[in-house]
């Protein structure tokens, strides 16, 4: 199937370099090698393509696609210069699961010479999902394309239990400094119960027994790595606990053993994907959040648009 970053990307392409970024596994290098007939696709984990990386022997192909770049150290200075030289005589797609546009802040700036779009889960809109029977089955299954086109339970929840442990065990192991994988494994196991809640930092660091600087730099790579997500309130600026309270969310809703929370993890899911390609596509100014206000009251989600909310979405099963 074609997905829905496809039009986008060909377009962007004519004009910079495309920075792709989403989680593992979400179908970002079966959608790259698909743009073209014949691209030139590097992959840094791979020793011979790597190879050729360094050497800058690449084939003669209207694409060249480099993933998992971000995991050599000068990858932004490597980038930048064959954009500076090569210019729109060249289309070239860098892909991987490590947040780029977090990872693309440090060092020599790439601004101006790319093009950023996030690749979220397949959504009942993208699969273009006309009856109730299918969402359900949708929503059973995964947003990830292999689980998802299984169309089998068991193997979805196979798929699922193995993807966080390889989410840990190689991803957090190589793309971040974070040593004491065993404890992030157990936080992961842990944050499932956190969704639908008011996520607390303090509760979940004393139930690990880790210092809360600790914990909030491991979600953040989480985040980075497009484990989970958080989203912030929207509500009454004075009132410091609401400022502080934040909901999280994983990409992955089969995580989700409770009904109420998984759906409203596919609701969120959904959101987020529609403003991603909002502020990535066209360039609009939206945040999604959540509302509550000094008495409790609340609002699954409010999606704002230049600080102002425009839509208000409550998620019930």
Known sequence: MDRYLRPQINRDLKEKMVLLAGPRQVGKTTLAKSLVKSPDYMNWDVDEDRTRILSKEFRRSPLWIFDEIHKYKNWRN?????????????????????????????????????????LLPLTAGELRLNSARDVADLYALSGFPEPYFSGSKTSCDRWSRGYRERLVRQEVAENTQLQDLATIEIVLGRLPDIVGGLFSVNSLAEDVQVDQKTLLKWIHSLEMLYAVFRVPPFGPPRIKAIKKAQKLFFYDWNALADDGARFENFVAVHLLKWVCFEQDAKGRNLELRFYRDKYDREVDFVILENGKPFLLVESKV
Not at 79 to 85: E, H, R, S, Y
Not at 88 to 99: C, D
Not at 105 to 114: A, E, F, T
């Open 78 to 118: 490597y980038l930048k210069g064959l954009v500076d030289k090569l210019g729109r005589s060249q289309r070239i797609l860098v892909t991987g699961s490590a947040r780029l546009d977090a990872l693309r802040k440090g060092g020599d700036s790439l601004q101006g010479r790319y093009h950023f779009l996030r």
